[in-house]
């Protein structure tokens, strides 16, 4: 079992940063895939991006390339995002998945959420 606490979100304007954090309890994180997702308001939850368990692959949505990083810090329980270059359209509460196995793109696939976490972003 693990329990994900997202931090970090915020109000920026267009073209700025935020660093989000996912920082989670319980057994075995190193061995999940994890996950960042949003859904903007009368929207179904999508994919955003996704990290392998040792960090070394991850798999980014097109509309987030070259401006979000994912990465992982097995150490400290902790996933982050790094999202620069910000639009409007990021806009969207960021929630963090976690799952065993492979990774996936899915919502169904991920066993484990956190609460989310607010970005808006403001042209």
């Known amino acids: 079992q693990v329990q994900?606490?997202?931090?970090?979100?915020?109000?920026?304007?267009?073209?700025?940063?935020?660093r989000l954090s996912c920082?989670?309890?319980?057994?075995?994180?190193?061995?999940?895939?994890?996950?960042?997702?949003?859904?903007?308001?009368?929207?179904?939850?999508?994919?955003?991006?996704?990290?392998?368990?040792?960090g070394g692959s991850t798999d980014y949505e097109d509309s987030v390339k070259g401006r979000f990083t994912i990465s992982r810090?097995?150490?400290k329980n902790t996933l982050y995002l790094q999202m620069n270059s910000l639009k409007p359209e990021d806009t969207a509460v960021y929630y963090c998945a976690a799952r065993l196995l492979d990774g996936s793109r899915r919502v169904s696939d991920y066993w484990y959420w956190g609460q989310g976490t607010?970005?808006?972003v403001s042209s």
Do not use: C, H
């Open 118 to 120: 607010q970005v808006t």
């Open 23 to 54: 920082a989670a309890s319980g057994d075995m994180f190193s061995r999940y895939v994890l996950a960042w997702f949003r859904q903007a308001p009368g929207k179904e939850r999508e994919f955003v991006v996704a990290i392998s368990w040792s």
């Open 4 to 18: 994900l606490v997202e931090s970090g979100g915020g109000s920026v304007q267009a073209g700025g940063s935020l």
């Open 73 to 75: 810090d097995n150490a």
